[in-house]
């Protein structure tokens, strides 16, 4: 039977996946699926000078290499253009943004957060951006991991970009109108993305829509103490045997771990996964590495990744 929960995995194909992002598509699956819930894909795909030629067919065949396997159609952002304009639309016609023809430069040199400058000015679309205008700011929310999470009260009030200059479609616009979409009531994802939530929150609260649920795990840090991501080129996950990966990444969520997992298959080690999820024993801190048991592998990337 299927529960009311529906969690989702959002990758950008600006690259291909990497054990910090095996990490935070392994907690939603689990999560979900800890709850006899939905798991759901979105390509988030509406960045195309980020994007790399061939990145998204490869995360989803990367998903399903490591048992990863979802509910439903992929959603792509590229194709949901409609309803992003449908949202800015809605917005506009409630008064509840504006347009903004302030540049990156003026609002460094003011210290980095917006001041509000074009709100009351009536500016027309020409080479501007549209901001929200925040009426009720969000200072805080709940975290199922780390209780409640204040970010600072500047970005928090900050009248954000939801329509860019250049034309594209602002992440935390995208993110919000897809959820929405896509019925999903929680959200497991990288601690990198705190800070955004108190702006998706407050999108959430100016369309009087329900907000999903907020879990943010611990990130894998390199050795120079910077999260592993696509920028600071971390290594693919490789093909192979995916069962050493998942455990050095149940392992970093401080998920129990079958001392004899060599001998499951992968299907019975997510299944004791999903059976033994406990948000309870996860770390709230970040880590440069998993313990040492599970980084012994053959192969040189996962070892270059991981053991560093």
């Given amino acids: 039977m299927t529960s009311s929960c529906i969690g989702r995995f959002a990758p950008s194909p600006s690259g291909e996946l990497h054990f910090g992002s095996l990490i935070a598509a392994l907690g939603s699956y689990l ?7 939905l798991w759901r894909v979105r390509i988030e795909d509406i960045d195309p000078p980020r994007e790399v030629p061939g990145a998204a067919t490869r995360i989803l065949h990367q998903l399903e290499h490591y048992g990863l396997n979802w509910d439903g159609e992929v959603l792509w952002q590229s194709q949901r253009h409609d309803a992003y304009r449908e949202a800015l639309a809605w917005l506009q016609q409630h008064r509840q943004s504006y347009f903004c023809t302030c540049t990156r430069r003026r609002i460094q040199q003011i210290g980095g957060f917006y001041d509000g400058y074009c709100r009351d000015r009536q500016r027309g679309p020409e080479n501007a951006a549209l901001r929200l205008r925040q009426h009720n700011p969000v200072l805080a929310f709940d975290d199922r991991l780390r209780g409640s999470v204040q970010v600072d009260r500047r970005l928090a009030e900050e009248d954000f970009i939801i329509h860019r200059r250049d034309g594209l479609f602002a992440y935390n616009l995208a993110v919000v ?4 979409f ?3 009531t929680e959200v497991v994802r990288g601690a990198d993305l705190i800070e955004p939530t108190v702006r998706q929150i407050a999108l959430y609260q100016q369309f009087g829509w329900p ?17 592993l991501s696509k ?7 490789p093909d192979g045997d995916a069962r050493p990966l998942l455990v050095a990444a149940l392992r970093f969520l401080g998920q129990p771990v079958s001392s ?3 001998d499951l298959t992968q299907d019975k080690l997510l299944s004791e996964a999903v059976s033994q999820w406990n948000i309870a024993l996860m770390p709230h801190d970040n880590a440069l590495k998993p313990d040492a048991e599970t980084t012994a592998f053959s192969n040189r990337s996962q070892q270059a990744m991981i053991s560093r």
């Fill in 31 to 37: 999560s979900a699926r800890a709850q006899q819930g």
């Fill in 177 to 180: 109108v897809d959820d929405h």
């Fill in 182 to 184: 896509q019925g999903v």
């Fill in 260 to 262: 004899g997992w060599q």
């Fill in 211 to 227: 907000q999903p649920e907020y879990l943010h795990l611990p990130l894998a840090l390199n050795h120079d103490g910077n999260k």
């Fill in 231 to 237: 920028q600071n080129h971390a290594p693919s996950l």
